[in-house]
């Protein structure tokens, strides 16, 4: 059963790098076609829409997030990756890694999901 | 990139049926059939319930159906349960490879 784990810095400086880890179990992900995702959550609010990375490695970002976003994958350790640079505390979330099943990134959906790490942007 | 509008809350007693909106537009909900719906715990990360508008991942029981009418898709929960309490949430593909998440709905059961 595939199973995902978020890892990373519980506490992030203004201006500094997010950097977080989602370490993969049960399935490799560079095989098969898969895409997979990042997506987060502020404290008591909704869902956002990070990006994607594809097996092959091709990225997808939000816009709103675009120039900010760095998304890779290393399969040699089965983990995937996201920076997210000059945070500010509007980037205080629940950080949420998924796998997205579906044959094209537009036929995907997000399952199964790892537990999420929340990271607080504070000084 | 807006997010997709949905009711904070929803309510209904045990048994009865309750049915969340998702609204967008023609650049996401209204132009693609790749809706999903998420059930989400305080606490817990969220829960596939239903794909490509309609489909149902095995174990997620036929109370959960989903539908799209133009820019507004739907999620139906039938004969309500306790364990139903919970936040959904809608996401679509969108224009130009991105992805939009609902505003988000809580379900009481009464």
């Known amino acids: 059963q595939l199973h995902l784990q978020e890892s990373g810095p519980g506490l992030v400086k203004p201006s500094e790098t997010l950097a977080l880890t989602c370490t993969v179990s049960?399935?490799?992900?560079?095989?098969?076609?898969?895409?997979w995702g990042w997506i987060r959550q502020p404290p008591g609010m909704g869902l956002e829409w990070i990006g994607s990375?594809?097996?092959?490695?091709?990225?997808y970002q939000n816009p709103s997030l675009r120039s900010r976003v760095i998304i890779s994958a290393d399969t040699s350790k089965n983990q995937l990756s996201l920076k997210l640079r000059s945070v500010t505390a509007a980037d205080t979330a629940v950080y949420f890694c998924?796998?997205?099943?579906?044959?094209?990134?537009?036929?995907?959906?997000?399952?199964?999901w790892g537990q999420g790490t929340l990271v607080t942007v504070s000084s | 990139q807006s997010a997709l509008t949905q009711p904070p809350s929803a309510s209904g007693s045990p048994g009865q049926s309750v049915t969340i909106s998702c609204t967008g537009t023609?650049?996401?909900?209204?132009?693609?059939?790749?809706i999903s719906w998420y059930q989400q715990h305080p606490g817990k990360a969220p829960k596939l319930m239903i794909f490509?508008?309609?489909k149902r991942p095995s174990g997620v029981p036929d109370r959960f159906s989903g539908s799209k009418s133009g820019n507004t898709a739907s999620l139906t929960i039938s004969g309500l349960q306790a364990d139903d309490e919970a936040d959904y949430y809608c996401?679509?593909?969108?224009?130009?490879?991105?992805?939009?998440f609902g505003t988000g709905t809580k379900v009481t059961v009464l």
């Open positions: 049960g399935g490799f992900i560079s095989s098969s076609s898969y895409y």
């Open positions: 996401s679509s593909y969108a224009n130009r490879n991105s992805f939009v």
């Open positions: 490509e508008v309609r």
């Open positions: 023609s650049g996401d909900v209204g132009g693609y059939n790749y």
């Open positions: 998924a796998r997205q099943g579906g044959q094209q990134l537009a036929e995907s959906w997000f399952d199964p």
């Open positions: 990375i594809y097996s092959s490695g091709s990225t």
